[in-house]
């Protein structure tokens, strides 16, 4: 694999590699991906920000589709991938791994400088007074509200969702914060909301005292993402993707490894 063999040399001259990861690092793990290979989506869109604030049903519907996904999305394990870039890590030269991932897997697999740009989806915050909780906890007071749905299967769908179909969501009870009787949403940036800024200056700070940018297993389509890839384009940072198929910054591009993730990186970083 000729490209393989180009980055392979790149990363032996490179120092400190800034790393963005996204849904393709993960869909070995279980968790399925948004986007086609021509960077369409493959299903509608996720949640809109305004849409699970507004709108009581629109909520219900989204954590009785997450009750169902979590049982898989929570007991996902890391991969290959994950594996490998935790390796890459131990091994000193990765300046930050900046993921588009809510699943928390790199964190699992051992690496210890990640900034989760979307946040987590492990976690659950209330939108009036912030507390904070575990999700697997929040998991138990849903079942509990709602019994009649516990029995439900469905197949999965990107993170934690659940493609239930047609039900009477406004049936579904969707319990509220403990300490002040909040609305609960999960830790992670839906559409429509703004990433928190001290994490992208964070993470701008590192890519900018990097010598190279690998973009794994991510199209870019989302600007949240793509915006560190001008940033890197801008300051003469060579950008390198391990994907399958068309990302947004393709034209910004020193070259792309066409290949799975795991199979990719697995060769960068043998176990």
């Known amino acids: 694999m000729i490209a393989l063999d180009r980055l392979r040399d790149l990363l032996a001259g490179s120092r400190r ?3 963005l990861t996204g849904a393709g690092c993960s869909t070995a793990s279980g968790i399925p991906d948004y986007r086609d290979l021509d960077g369409a989506w493959k299903r509608p869109p996720p949640m809109q920000y ?8 629109s909520r219900a519907r989204y ?9 898989r999305f929570g007991s996902a394990k890391p991969n290959a991938a994950h594996e490998a870039l935790a390796r890459f890590e131990a091994g000193g030269a990765m300046s930050l791994l900046l993921t588009q991932n809510v699943d928390g897997l790199h964190e699992q697999a051992g690496n210890r400088e990640v900034v989760d740009l979307h946040g987590r989806l492990d976690r659950v915050r209330c939108m009036q007074c912030e507390a904070r909780s575990p999700r697997a906890e929040f998991q138990q007071r849903l079942e509990r509200a709602n019994p009649d749905w516990v029995a439900l299967d469905a197949a999965v769908a990107p993170d934690g969702d659940a493609d239930l179909g047609d039900f009477d969501f406004g049936q579904f009870v969707v319990p509220p914060c403990t300490v002040c009787g909040g609305i609960l949403k999960p830790d992670v940036v839906f559409f429509g909301e703004n990433v928190p ?3 992208v200056d964070h993470a701008m700070q590192r890519l900018a005292g990097s010598d190279l940018m690998l973009v794994v297993g991510s199209s870019l389509m989302v600007y949240s993402g793509y915006r560190f890839a001008t940033a890197a384009a801008a300051s003469g940072i060579p950008i390198v993707s391990i994907n399958i198929g068309v990302t947004r910054a393709d034209s910004l ?14 060769l960068l970083w043998p176990g």
Not at 64 to 70: K, V
Not at 253 to 266: H, I, Q, T, W
């Open 50 to 57: 305004r849409l699970f604030m507004d709108q009581p049903l």
């Open 197 to 199: 800024r001290d994490r």
């Open 63 to 71: 954590w009785a589709r997450s009750m169902i996904g979590w049982r």
């Open 17 to 19: 590699c800034f790393v």
């Open 253 to 266: 591009l020193a070259f792309k490894v066409e290949a799975p993730c795991g199979e990719a990186l697995s």
